[in-house]
Nanobody, 126 residues
Framework: QVRLVESGGGLVQIGEPLILSCAAT????????LAWFRQSSGKDREFVAG?????????YMEESLQGRFLTWRDNTKNTLFLQINSLKSEDTARYYC??????????????????WGQGTQVTVSS
């Protein structure tokens, strides 16, 4: 069974950095695309960033978040990381890790992902 467990969220201060992690377990998860999504209260889940496995690990990201967000993957531990710099109040959301069995694509669509974690809440305070 594929399992995704996010960690690292909590109550954080505006302007601070934060690193989230997603521990992925299950057969063949090292070949899956792993990605981050976030969802604020009352809003749709939106893509943040991911890493696919086509030929080699390759990161991709929502353009509007480039420069402040970083994602990388340690495939020896099947762990995906997300670093958020200069936290803003708009970053408040539940952050989810998702896995797409098709590791050859860099999907940004919720419907393309086969497995989801329970999420970790990030609340940015002033």
């Amino acid at each position: 069974q594929v399992r995704l467990v996010e960690s690292g969220g909590g109550l954080v201060q505006i302007g601070e950095p934060l690193i989230l992690s997603c521990a992925a377990t299950g057969r063949a998860v090292n070949t899956y695309t792993l990605a981050w999504f976030r969802q604020s209260s009352g809003k749709d889940r939106e893509f943040v960033a991911g890493v696919n496995t086509w030929r080699r690990l390759s990161a991709y990201m929502e353009e509007s978040l480039q420069g402040r967000f970083l994602t990388w993957r340690d495939n020896t531990k099947n762990t995906l990381f997300l670093q958020i710099n200069s936290l803003k109040s708009e970053d408040t959301a539940r952050y989810y890790c998702a896995a797409d069995e098709n590791g050859g694509r860099q999907s940004r669509n919720v419907g393309d992902f086969d497995y989801w974690g329970q999420g970790t809440q990030v609340t940015v305070s002033s």
